[in-house]
């Protein structure tokens, strides 16, 4: 069922970047080529992410939660992407311009501990996973901290961004889908709170 699912998922987020691809570049802006990236990023990481083919990565590789690393690095590709949309919708370029800089900043540095994390986990302990049924191995632990603040601190982040633009867009379908989004950004924090206290619980 969750392979279908995740299919399911992968088809909508193809269909989104089939339609997204042709406007930006022909009518490229940087709000429109951010949520291009977002949509191309959630299609490839929802696939890699179907069980099914996470497997296949896994063993035809050898690599032990490759899959995993690479869906998580497109999940923070969404987030940042979502944001700099975001930034570029409401504020000139040259001010939105060194606020998404530093996000991308950010994600890449938060991205490359959690691959140096991997790496290490995988000589340490080649069979472990990088889940919280693992969070007793320091090194996934780590990983799975950095993982989860960086995602709370984009969720958090939109949130409050799509919230505060609501307010001003009007009463329109604009203002209708920001308030979705917040919404949505704020089931993504209730995820990243049960995954924290799972961590938390599994340590003490």
Known sequence: MDSLLYALCAVIGGVAFAYLLPLALRHPNPARTAITVATGSFTVGIAIANPVVSDVIDRVTGLLNLARVIAHGHAIVIAASAEAML??????????????????????????????????????APTARLTVDFARVPTV???LAIYLSAFVAFTVDIARMCWWFARVAGRSWLSRGLRITAVGACFGLAYCVNKALYLGGVWL
């Open 87 to 124: 930034l570029f919708l409401a504020l000139p370029a040259e001010q939105a311009r060194p606020r998404v800089s530093r996000r991308i900043v950010a994600s890449a540095i938060a991205y490359g501990g959690m691959v140096t994390l991997w790496l290490v986990t995988y000589a340490v």
């Open 141 to 143: 632990a780590a990983y």
